[in-house]
Nanobody, 115 residues
Framework: QVQVVESGGGLVQAGGSLRLSCAGS????????MGWYRQAPGKQRELVAD???????NYADSVKGRFTISRDNAKNTVNLQMNSLKPEDTAVYYC?????????WGKGTLVTVSS
């Protein structure tokens, strides 16, 4: 069974950094895409950043220049380095992995940025 598990959330002051990690398991294939979404209280889930197996990336405008996504296709892992964090980055961050057109979601990890 395919599973996706996140780690690395926590509490950080504004201007600080955090690194999120995600590991996929249960498949011998590399995920076509892996990425991060977030959902703040009272808001819809939104794309933060994702990366295709080709290496192409997408970033939300709000995180460009501050967040960097990276992945290891062979290990089915994806990381999100978050720098210069702002209180508005506070949210539950979810890892999403796409395999044969099916999205697999992690349970999420909470990131709280204090002002």
């Amino acid at each position: 069974q395919v599973q996706v598990v996140e780690s690395g959330g926590g509490l950080v002051q504004a201007g600080g950094s955090l690194r999120l990690s995600c590991a996929g398991s249960g498949t011998v294939f590399s995920f076509a895409a892996m990425g991060w979404y977030r959902q703040a209280p009272g808001k819809q889930r939104e794309l933060v950043a994702d990366m295709a197996i080709s290496g192409s990336t997408n970033y939300a405008d709000s995180v460009k220049g501050r967040f960097t996504i990276s992945r290891d296709n062979a290990k089915n892992t994806v990381n999100l380095q978050m720098n210069s964090l702002k209180p508005e980055d506070t949210a539950v961050y979810y890892c999403r992995a796409l395999l044969v057109g099916i999205p697999y979601w992690g349970k999420g990890t909470l990131v709280t940025v204090s002002s």
